[in-house]
C-alpha cells in the first residue's frame, strides 16, 4: 500500500481559456494511474484493443493509425449518443460547477474543474467536429490531438470519480461523469486502460468477482461467517450457495467476504436471512458464479459493463429465483438502476416473470404479504436494494429490533454517490438507521442526500497509486465528520459502499478523526432480535465486532 502524503499543499489558479488549451507535461506524483500490463486487457475474457503492449506514460506505443481511431471513436460516440453531442455543444461556462468537485477543492488544479476537465475533450471535438473549430482553431477554444493532449485526457479522465456532484449544480444539467465515461471508452481505443480498474474488470469476467475469489474460497468465508455467529448469538444458522429453487438471489460486494469493516455487514445479512427462513420460510441463496453485484466495467465502457452484468441475469435464471436483493455496494446501483436491463434480457424463468406480474412478497412467503415492491425506488429491474428491504421489513414490523443494541454507537451516514445521487435511495437508509440505533446524526445538509461529497476513491480511483489524490479528493467529506464527530461526539461513519469502507480508514487516519466505520447492516445485525430462534432482546451479549455490548450505568 502507498504512504499517504504528509502534508498537501493546495494552490488555487485561474488561468486563462487560452492557457487551459495548453496540455500539461507535468504529471503529479500520487495523482497518475498505472496503465494496464497486457494480460488484463487481451485476457480470453476481456479483450480490448492493441492490449498486448505494456506501455507507461513516457512512451504510450500508439499503434500508427492512433489518431484516426480515437476520432473514428469520437465520431462514433457522437453519433450513437445524444446526451453527449449536446454536452459538447450546450456548456456556457458559467462556472456553477466549478468548484463543486472534490478534487478541484483539494489539488487546485483548474483542470479538476468539471468545466476543466470537459473542456479537454471539447476542445478536440471543436478543432475536428465543429466549422468555427476548423476554421479559427484556438481562437474558437479548439486544439490539434496531439500524443501529449493525448496523455493529458488519460491523466485527468482519471482524475475524476464519476460522481456527478457536479451535474446537479449545473443549469444545464450537463454530466461531466458521462462525458469522462464515453472519453474513457475513446482512450481504451487506442490501447490506454488504467491498470487498477482493468485487473478487477479481467478477475470479474473470469471468476465472477472482482477480487478473483474461487468458489471455495467464497464457500469458506460465508461458513466462517456462520461460525462466528454461533459464537456471539449461540444458534446453529445456515445458509444456501447456489440453491436452485430459492427465491431470491443475493448478490453482495465481493469485499464483503472477507475485508474489514465490510465483514462485520457480511454477518448482518446471514443473521437476517436466517430470521426471514426460519420465520417466514422466504428462501435466499447465495451465488458463486454471480457473487459480485459490483461492475467496474461500468467505470471504463459500455461492452465492458455489458459483459459483467450479463452473468447476474443468467443466474437468477438458472437458479430459478424471483428477485435479487443487492448488497451494500454502491456503483452496484448504478449499473443496476441505469444499464442492467437496457444491456442484457431480464431472467425468463417462470418463477420470476410470475412474481413480478403482482409484486407482492405474499406471493412467496405468507407472512410477509403487503410488503409491495412497485412502490420501490429499487426494483424496477428486479433488484431490491438490502436498505430498501430492511426499511419495508420494518415499517411492516415484520422484523423485531432492539436499538439498545448499538447504544456503544454515536453514528452519522455518509450517502454514496451512485445510491443517493444515482437512484434516488436517501430516506431509507435513514429510515433504518433511526429505527435500528438511538443515536444517529446527519453530517450538514449541502454535504449529504443528492448533493453528497464522494470518497474521493470511487469510479476505479482506489488504486494505491492515487493516494495523494485520494487524500485531497476525500477531504471535503472528511470535513463534515469531524464536524460530526466534534458537534455530536460521533464515533462510526456508517456507508452502505464497499469502496467508501476501504478508503475511509485511510482517509479518517490520515485526516486525524478518531472514527470507526462501518456499514447499515452491521447496526441491523446488533439490533436484529432472533425471534424465530427463541432469542430475547437482553439475551444478546456481544456485537458483530464480538465486543461486549454497551450495559447502563452503575452495572
Ligand atoms: S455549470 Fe454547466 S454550463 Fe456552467 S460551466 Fe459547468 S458544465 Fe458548463
Ligand atoms: S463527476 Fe465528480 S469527480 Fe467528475 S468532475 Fe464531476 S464532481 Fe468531479
Given amino acids: 500500500m502507498e504512504e499517504a502524503p504528509e502534508r498537501l499543499e493546495i494552490r488555487q489558479r485561474f488561468p486563462s481559456w487560452r ?12 495523482r497518475v494511474s498505472y496503465l494496464s500490463l497486457p494480460k488484463q486487457v487481451n485476457s480470453e475474457f476481456f479483450k480490448m484493443p492493441f492490449g498486448d503492449v505494456e506501455r507507461d506514460l513516457d512512451d504510450l506505443k500508439l499503434p500508427e493509425n492512433w489518431k484516426e481511431i480515437f476520432l473514428d471513436a469520437m465520431k462514433d460516440t457522437l453519433e450513437k449518443n445524444r446526451a453527449f453531442k449536446v454536452f459538447m455543444d450546450i456548456c456556457v461556462r458559467c462556472g456553477a ?120 474460497g467464497m464457500y469458506g468465508s460465508i461458513q466462517q461467517g456462520l461460525e462466528e455467529l454461533k459464537d456471539i448469538t449461540g444458534f446453529d444458522l445456515h445458509t444456501y450457495i447456489n440453491k436452485k429453487g430459492a427465491d431470491v438471489l443475493f448478490v453482495a460486494p465481493s469485499a464483503d467476504y472477507f ?48 459483459l459483467l452484468n450479463s452473468k447476474l441475469y443468467k443466474e437468477a435464471e438458472r437458479l430459478g429465483v424471483s428477485f435479487i436483493i443487492g448488497g451494500e455496494c454502491g456503483h452496484m446501483w448504478r449499473d443496476k438502476h441505469q444499464f442492467i436491463n437496457t444491456m442484457n434480457q431480464p431472467p425468463k424463468n417462470e418463477e420470476w416473470k410470475r412474481f413480478w406480474e403482482n409484486p407482492d412478497l405474499g406471493e412467496l412467503a405468507e407472512g410477509l404479504r403487503g410488503i409491495r415492491f412497485d412502490s420501490y425506488a429499487s426494483g424496477e429491474h428486479g433488484w431490491i436494494h438490502i436498505l430498501e428491504f430492511v426499511a419495508a421489513l420494518i415499517e411492516h414490523k415484520k422484523i423485531k429490533v432492539d436499538k439498545s443494541r448499538n447504544d456503544q454507537w454515536i ?90 469502507k476501504a478508503q475511509f480508514p485511510h482517509a479518517l487516519e490520515y485526516w486525524k478523526i478518531p472514527v470507526e466505520v462501518g456499514g447499515p447492516m452491521e447496526m441491523v445485525g446488533n439490533a436484529l432480535v432472533l425471534t424465530a430462534f427463541g432469542e430475547k432482546p437482553e439475551d444478546r451479549q456481544y456485537d458483530l465486532r464480538g465486543e461486549p455490548l454497551k450495559k447502563e450505568e452503575g452495572e
Fill in 19 to 30: 492557457e487551459m488549451l495548453k496540455p500539461v507535461k507535468k504529471f503529479e506524483e500520487g
Fill in 259 to 306: 475485508a474489514t469493516p465490510h465483514w462485520y455487514v457480511m454477518l448482518g445479512y446471514l443473521l437476517l436471512f436466517n430470521e426471514l427462513e426460519e420465520r417466514y420460510g422466504l428462501t435466499i441463496t447465495w451465488s458463486t458464479y454471480a457473487g459480485e453485484g459490483g461492475n467496474f466495467g461500468s467505470f471504463h465502457s459500455y461492452e465492458a459493463a455489458q
Fill in 97 to 216: 460547477c466549478a468548484d463543486k468537485c472534490h478534487y478541484y477543492i483539494g489539488t487546485g488544479d483548474p483542470k479538476n474543474m468539471p468545466v476543466g476537465r470537459a473542456e479537454l475533450i471539447r476542445s478536440v471535438y471543436r478543432r475536428y467536429f465543429t466549422p468555427a473549430g476548423k476554421i479559427f482553431g484556438e481562437l474558437a477554444g479548439a486544439r490539434e490531438l496531439t500524443e501529449d493532449v493525448l496523455k493529458e485526457l488519460y491523466y485527468y479522465a482519471y482524475q475524476c470519480s464519476l460522481c456527478r456532484r457536479c451535474s446537479v449544480f449545473c443549469p444545464y444539467g450537463i454530466d461531466t461523469a458521462e462525458i469522462v465515461w464515453w472519453l474513457r471508452r475513446m482512450l481504451s481505443r487506442v490501447g490506454l486502460n488504467q491498470r487498477f480498474m482493468t485487473i478487477s474488470i479481467e478477475a470479474s469476467s473470469r471468476t465472477g468477482n472482482h477480487l478473483g475469489l474461487l468458489p471455495g
Fill in 411 to 500: 453514528a452519522t451516514y455518509h450517502d454514496p454517490c451512485n445510491i443517493a445521487r444515482g437512484m434516488g435511495l436517501i430516506e431509507e437508509p435513514r429510515y433504518v438507521l433511526r429505527n435500528v440505533m438511538n443515536n444517529f446524526y446527519d453530517m450538514p445538509e449541502h454535504t449529504i442526500k443528492d448533493k453528497t461529497y464522494c470518497c474521493g476513491a470511487g469510479g476505479g480511483l482506489l488504486a494505491d497509486e492515487l493516494m495523494d489524490l485520494r487524500m485531497r479528493g476525500v477531504m471535503p467529506r472528511m470535513m463534515a465528520v469531524r464536524h460530526v464527530y466534534k458537534k455530536y461526539g460521533v464515533n462510526i461513519l456508517l456507508t452502505p459502499c464497499a469502496i467508501d
